[in-house]
């Protein structure tokens, strides 16, 4: 069956501009995470969908930072204005249910490079 | 707050030696730990997970509370055991459970 995708793979931005990252997530998974991991270092926590509602969106670096899962499956990230830090690959990863600890499974990132 | 830390960036043996792959977490609460595995050009995978109790291709894990630590060993290393290993944490009473990732150990396993 077919995994988490996000598109595109590769996104390259010049400061300033608006990009936008989707995430198809495992079809019926009620929770959608994003991820945020810099060069060298552990993914870290941005924000939490289930079904369509952000319950958590405490790990959003800005308020340049942006989420939405409209109907409640694919989820678009998007980084207003962006700045050379936000270069990064953004994780997305989806699992079954709210409630009990699943197992997230992830997609393959996309890698932000901000010139 | 939670952290995970895993005290090693690269970790060098050869085949056949055994691998230990350390990681420590704070947490005040009860936690479910995790090893996740990013092989080279492939995306992030499940390991295993310390409720489960398994063995996942010769790895185990076990939780110490006292130590609040949660290695990752395996007897015999494996070329193919080449990655990079991220040692995660998560609990039911944060948001969806989410993880909180260390910042990972590359383990080089040589000829």
């Known amino acids: 069956g077919a995994g988490v995708s996000q598109s595109p793979r590769y996104k390259v931005a010049k400061r300033g501009q608006d990009v936008a990252l989707r995430c198809d997530p495992i079809s019926g998974h009620v929770s959608l995470f994003w991820y945020q991991q810099a060069l060298g270092q552990g993914p870290e926590f941005l924000t939490y969908f289930q079904n369509e509602a952000q319950l958590d969106k405490s790990g959003l670096p800005s308020d340049r930072f942006f989420a939405e899962r409209p109907e409640g499956s694919v989820s678009t990230l998007k980084i207003q204005r962006t700045q050379q830090e936000d270069s990064a690959v953004y994780l997305c990863?989806?699992?079954?249910?709210?409630?009990?600890?699943?197992?997230?499974?992830f997609g393959p990132g996309t890698r932000l490079t901000v010139l | 707050a939670q952290r995970v830390t895993q005290p090693e960036k690269l970790l060098s043996v050869f085949k056949g030696a055994p691998v230990e792959l350390k990681c420590n977490y704070s947490y005040s609460g009860s936690p479910e730990l995790f090893w996740y595995v990013q092989y080279s050009r492939q995306r992030l995978q499940l390991l295993l997970r310390h409720i489960s109790r398994e063995s996942i291709k010769g790895f185990t894990a076990d939780l110490n509370k006292g130590e609040t630590s949660f290695h990752l060993k395996k007897p015999f290393a494996q070329e193919e055991d080449s990655a990079m290993y991220y040692c995660a944490l998560s609990s039911k009473a944060t948001s969806g459970s989410r993880l909180t990732f260390g910042e990972g150990t590359q383990l080089t396993v040589n000829p």
């Open positions: 990863a989806s699992s079954l249910h709210p409630v009990r600890v699943n197992e997230q499974f």
